[in-house]
T-cell receptor, first 114, second 113 residues
Framework: AQSVTQLGSHVSVSEGALVLLRCNYS??????LFWYVQYPNQGLQLLLK??????LVKGINGFEAEFKKSETSFHLTKPSAHMSDAAEYFC????????????FGQGTTLQVKP | DAGVIQSPRHEVTEMGQEVTLRCKPI?????LFWYRQTMMRGLELLIY????????DSGMPEDRFSAKMPNASFSTLKIQPSEPRDSAVYFC???????????FGSGTRLTVV
């Protein structure tokens, strides 16, 4: 069965600093992996996804993530944090089989300090 | 495209009343998902449909919850009777295939008093 673990429920960085949000997954089959962002009082928005091919995936707002099969990880990074990046971030893995169903992690709240 | 449309955005109701949440998925998306989000439990999948057919409703908390998808452009989630512990944000999402990811609606914030 697939599962997702996000390490750290809260991460705080200074504006301009590197952002690193950690995600580890468990899957018995090659996974599809996703990062979503949720701003206050809004729905979740797709940041980026990995399905097949290149393991370094670039998304919106300058974020990227690297799929590392050997480490079962899909960490989200951004070289320089902006105040507008403050939000909650969710990692998700697809369930095996052609179901379209995603399993979400518990989320990581990113705080950006001026 | 208008995206996934949910209504109402906010709902306040008294315990014991019936509540109906509505969702219009993106045209052409074959999958529709209902999630509930709370501080304590995070995002929980309640039920999902494929081509209007319920596929997995194992996340529906109890018989008080029911969901329907009478056609490809409309779904409802009903709670009857509602209880204070049902207070949460309910999200609808749609997808056109595995690997495409979801498009979420803006959610319905339900408060049961």
């Amino acid at each position: 069965a697939q599962s997702v673990t996000q390490l750290g429920s809260h991460v705080s960085v200074s504006e301009g600093a590197l952002v690193l949000l950690r995600c580890n997954y468990s899957s018995s089959v090659p996974p599809y992996l996703f990062w979503y962002v949720q701003y206050p009082n809004q729905g979740l928005q797709l940041l980026l996804k990995y399905t097949t091919g290149a393991t370094l995936v670039k998304g919106i707002n300058g974020f990227e993530a690297e799929f590392k099969k050997s480490e079962t990880s899909f960490h989200l990074t951004k070289p320089s944090a902006h105040m507008s990046d403050a939000a909650e971030y969710f990692c998700a893995v697809s369930v095996s089989g052609n179901t379209g169903k995603l399993i979400f992690g518990q989320g990581t709240t990113l705080q950006v300090k001026p | 495209d208008a995206g996934v449309i949910q209504s109402p955005r906010h709902e306040v109701t008294e315990m014991g009343q019936e509540v109906t949440l509505r969702c219009k998925p993106i045209s052409g998306h074959d999958y529709l998902f209902w999630y509930r989000q709370t501080m304590m439990r995070g995002l929980e999948l309640l039920i999902y449909f494929n081509n209007n057919v319920p596929i997995d409703d194992s996340g529906m908390p109890e018989d008080r919850f029911s969901a329907k998808m009478p056609n490809a452009s409309f779904s409802t989630l009903k709670i009857q009777p509602s209880e204070p512990r049902d207070s949460a944000v309910y999200f609808c999402a749609s997808s056109y295939r595995q690997g495409a990811g979801y498009t979420f609606g803006s959610g319905t914030r339900l408060t049961v008093v």
